[in-house]
T-cell receptor, first 112, second 113 residues
């Protein structure tokens, strides 16, 4: 069975600080990986996805993530956060079964 | 190009009543997924449907919960005889393939009195 774990439940940063959110998945086969963001009161939006190829994936709004197969990790990064990045971030894996498995989420608060 | 539409946004029911949650997928999408989010938790998969067929319902409680995606009309998640523990946000997602990114609706927040 798949599982996804996100290490940090709540992260607080000041504007312009660098961000790295951890994500580890457990599935040993071919897996597709995603990061979603949920702004307060809004639906989940896709930030970026990894299917195959270059393990460094660039997404929207300056986010990127690196797939490291040997570590079963897919950490999300951003060099300089803004106040508008305050949101909840979910890592998810998708195996051939079609259903996504989500981590419990990380709440990011960026102080202006 | 409308996204995934869910209604109602908020639904209040008394214990023992039935709750019906509706989801219209994005145009062109035939794969629909339902997830439940309890407070302070991530999304938990419930069921995956592809036009009139249930592909995977491994996350659905065995009793009181059912889902359908008819040939015409929205997908429906139905909860019979609701209990307090059913209070949660229910999200629907759709995709144009089983291994493609899923696009989410705004969710239905179900409250049980």
């Amino acid at each position: 069975a798949q599982s996804v774990s996100q290490h940090n439940h709540h992260v607080i940063l000041s504007e312009a600080a660098s961000l790295e959110l951890g994500c580890n998945y457990s599935y040993g086969g071919t897996v597709n990986l995603f990061w979603y963001v949920q702004y307060p009161g809004q639906h989940l939006q896709l930030l970026l996805k990894y299917f195959s190829g270059d393990p460094l994936v660039k997404g929207i709004k300056g986010f990127e993530a690196e797939f490291i197969k040997s570590k079963f990790s897919f950490n999300l990064r951003k060099p300089s956060v803004q106040w508008s990045d305050t949101a909840e971030y979910f890592c998810a894996s998708l195996a051939n079964a079609g259903k996504s498995t989500f981590g419990d989420g990380t709440t990011l608060t960026v102080k202006p | 190009n409308a996204g995934v539409m869910q209604n109602p946004r908020h639904l209040v029911r008394r214990r023992g009543q039935e709750a019906r949650l509706r989801c219209s997928p994005m145009k062109g999408h035939s794969h629909v997924y339902w997830y439940r989010q309890l407070p302070e938790e991530g999304l938990k998969f419930m069921v995956y449907l592809q036009k009139e067929n249930i592909i995977d319902e491994s996350g659905m409680p065995k009793e009181r919960f059912s889902a359908e995606f008819p040939k015409e009309g929205p997908s429906i998640l139905r909860i019979q005889q609701v209990v307090r523990g059913d209070s949660a946000a229910y999200f629907c997602a759709s995709s144009d393939g089983r291994n493609q990114p899923q696009h989410f609706g705004d969710g239905t927040r179900l409250s049980i009195l």
